[in-house]
């Protein structure tokens, strides 16, 4: 499970770390919101810890930016003692949960470890195994897709890049990125592999694969998926 915490204080960052990486958790960290909101697009995250003071981008901003982008990694925004914080605004904004500084670190990791666990069982697209998103159907225990109910043959490799699709919704990949992160960082393929398997899982998945509704080209960066 791993963990991106934006905070500038380094004295909470190096307890928090500390922290986290003894009840098993793989933590990234950033010191201002904009690199925070760099690495939390990069998806792979279960959660995210997000100060709301922080240099160059607020957490507000941060929080409202990835939610714009389709990003539902759950938030955890941390607020400063007699800091003026309209909480309302906040959870519209996008966080999940908030806590006030100074906190109980026990507190803030049953908080975060419920955080995880709402957003895995309430991912309201899977039921019973099956992720559904238009009219496919996607066993990710079987490695079964099913379009309209009828079966469709992917190969084990479009499996793995649907399925890192699936796992990484509403976060934009680059090409080298989906190279690392589905054929593996030992493997000889190119970015033009990518593009050509991005093209057979559209010629399956799509209503109209020259007008991709899930698999979307952003230009100049590489390929998000939506539902
Ligand atoms: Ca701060």
Redesign the pocket.
Known sequence: MRILLV???SGLVMTLTDRLRTEGYDVVTATDGDEGLSIALEGNLSAIIL????PKKNGFDVARDLRQQGVETPILM?T?KGEIIDKVLGLKLGADDYMTKPFEMAELLARLEALIRRSSTQDQNTVNGVFRFGEIDVDLQRAEVRKRGEAIELSAMEFRLLQFFLNNRGVVHSRDDLLDAVWGYDSMPTTRTVDVHIAWLRQKLEENPKRPKHIQTVHGMGYKFIT
């Open positions: 905070e500038d204080e100060d709301v003071m922080l941390l400063a």
